[in-house]
């Protein structure tokens, strides 16, 4: 290998640290090494050498890439360059095994992609890196990032020898079985998942108004509405407007979406089985109508609760319903660099 150029997207800087150990692995072996951040790049501004090999890592959400990557690597230009793709996922710690996230179908859409455009993927490697989901989960401690992050450097020292050393790395296809089994979620996920769930966040009312969610957005799915953030569906979730809120004002509702379900449920089996019951006659039809009133409930709530923010009564409310609110629950954060 003589140049290794790596493009990345990375959300609350995982993707970004892996990209950077590797960086540093191969550079110490002489080989030329660019890192290109995918949210700062028109790709066709980019010359790619036909011998250099070309490294793609992403977080994986949804068990898929992310949208944004996904766009990127289809906005490719025709080539026959060597590609090793690579995610971070969402590792745990449990006593000193660092459990492994899953990776899906992110490697086999992508390389699926890359191949008709000519490339030769040569390696799919996933790091389990520390999960960022705090909307599900609260975030790791300290003490439990630091060793994930110890043992993530060490296996990024051992793959990147592989790839220096010009080998294959498929390490990804040993989870192939369970890839496949999941697909079908990860398709759900990318259809309709990710505009739930980007309707899920909300900046409280101790929100500083610096506006940095809005600039740092690398969709740019925030904006102001009556003065106050606002997300929009094009939010993808990567977690990094949580993370770098100066204030820790930004918080999952886990209230709206309790209400979204639990409404959508009730008045789907009731009123709208009253109104037009042969919808229920058939599964696909019946799911796809369940769904569209899901996502034009969730809209409309997230509207009504964006003006309910603006009261004390009523933003103290939705913020006792935050489960990301409570101080236990946390904020990931690594070397405060995101
Ligand atoms: C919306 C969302 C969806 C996620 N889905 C998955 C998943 O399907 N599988 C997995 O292993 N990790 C999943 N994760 C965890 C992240 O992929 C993981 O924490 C990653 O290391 C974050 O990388 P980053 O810091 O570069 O953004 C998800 C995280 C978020 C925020």
Known sequence: MKELLIFYFSGTGNARQVAEWMKEDVMEKGVKCSLYDITQLNINEITIDNDAHI?????????????????????????????????????????????????????????????IKGYKVIGMVPFDMPSNWLSLHPALRGKAVDYIFEKNHQRVNKHSLRLIKNEHDFTALREIVQDLLISPIALLYYAIGRFFIAKTFYASHTCLHCDMCIKRCPKHAIIKKSGHPYWTFKCESCMKCMNICPGRAIETSHGLVMMTVLCTLLLSSSALYAMLPSIFDNAQVSFITINVFLFILMGLLYRIQHVLIMYKFTGKLIHIFSLTHFKWWGRYRRNGRL
């Open 55 to 115: 490294g793609l890592i992403s977080p994986v959400h949804g068990f898929n890439y992310p949208p944004i990557m996904l766009n990127f690597i289809s906005r490719f230009k025709y080539g026959h360059n060597k590609v090793i793709l690579m995610n971070t996922r969402a590792g745990m710690k449990i006593g000193s095994v660092v459990t492994p996230g899953i990776t899906g179908i992110a490697f086999l859409l992508s390389a699926m992609i890359l191949s």
